[in-house]
C-alpha cells in the first residue's frame, strides 16, 4: 500500500439508501475534488416492485447498471441491507437469511463484489448483538450508530461508528461535527449522509459538500476516502 500518508484525521461521507440524481452528482463532485464516493445501496432497491421502506424514500434509486458504471469510476458500492428493514423488528434467524440473501444479490449483479473487501452499512444505523455477529463474520466490517469518532483502524476492527442527523437539511449540523473533529487530535470521523438537496432523510446541499470537501482537501491533516478504502489502506498499520 506504500507509505503512511502524514493524515491524522481520516474522515470518510458515505450516502445512503442509492438516490440515482443524488449518486450521479455525488461521484461527480467527489470526482472535481480528486476523491471517491462512498455510496450504500439496497440490495432489492432496483427491483421495479420494491416499495419505499419509509417516507423518506422519495426519489428514484439507480439500477445496477449505474452502481457497475460508478464503481468503475473507483467509487465505493457497499450494501445497505437486502430490503431496508431494522433488525431490531425481527428475530435473529431471519435478519441472518436477510443478510445472506443481501450478499447473494450483490455477488450475482455487482461485479468483483467481495463482501470481505465491503462495510455493510447498517439501515437506520440499527443492530443487535445477534446481528453483529453475523455481519462480523460475513463482511471486513459493519457501519453502525454511535460515536462517529472512531479509533484509528486496525486489522481486529469490525464495528465502525457513524453519525447522522434528519429529517431536514443537514448542512450546519455536518459542518459542526467536521469542525469539532478537526479541532480535536485526530481518529477517523465516520458520517452516515442520504442524498443531495432534496432527495432523502437528512440531506446536505449540493454547494454546502463543494465547500466542505474544498476545506477538508486543503487540510494536510486530512484525508477524505471511503470506509472500504479506510480500511483497507490502514488497518495493517499501527494504532496511531
Request: with cysteine.
Amino acid at each position: 500500500m506504500g507509505a503512511c500518508k502524514t493524515a491524522s484525521h481520516l474522515v470518510s461521507l458515505t450516502f445512503d439508501d442509492g438516490f440515482t440524481l443524488s449518486a450521479r452528482t455525488l461521484a461527480g463532485i467527489f470526482e472535481e475534488f480528486g476523491l471517491r464516493t462512498s455510496l450504500n445501496v439496497i440490495a432489492r432497491g432496483a427491483d421495479p416492485d420494491f416499495p419505499p421502506p419509509d417516507e423518506w424514500h422519495n426519489a428514484p434509486r439507480g439500477s445496477w447498471e449505474l452502481w457497475n458504471e460508478i464503481a468503475a469510476r473507483g467509487h465505493e458500492i457497499n450494501p445497505h441491507g437486502f430490503d431496508h428493514t431494522d433488525p431490531k423488528k425481527y428475530p435473529p434467524d431471519e435478519n441472518s437469511r436477510r443478510v445472506d440473501a443481501c450478499i447473494g444479490i450483490f455477488r450475482e449483479r455487482l461485479r468483483g463484489f467481495d463482501p470481505m473487501k465491503s462495510v455493510y452499512a447498517c439501515p437506520y444505523n440499527s443492530t443487535t448483538p445477534e446481528m453483529e455477529v453475523k455481519l462480523a463474520s460475513s463482511f471486513r466490517a459493519y457501519r453502525a450508530g454511535g460515536n462517529p469518532v472512531n479509533p484509528w483502524p486496525s486489522p481486529k476492527m469490525k464495528r465502525i461508528n457513524c453519525w447522522s442527523d434528519g429529517p431536514g437539511n443537514a448542512d450546519a449540523s455536518t459542518g459542526l461535527q467536521v469542525n469539532n473533529f478537526l479541532g480535536s487530535s485526530g481518529g477517523w470521523l465516520v458520517l452516515a449522509m442520504h442524498g443531495l438537496d432534496h432527495e432523502g432523510w437528512g440531506p446536505l446541499s449540493s454547494d454546502f459538500l463543494r465547500r466542505l470537501l474544498e476545506k477538508l482537501v486543503k487540510d494536510s491533516r486530512v484525508e477524505v476516502s471511503g470506509p472500504s478504502a479506510v480500511l483497507a489502506k490502514y488497518s495493517g498499520q499501527a494504532d496511531r
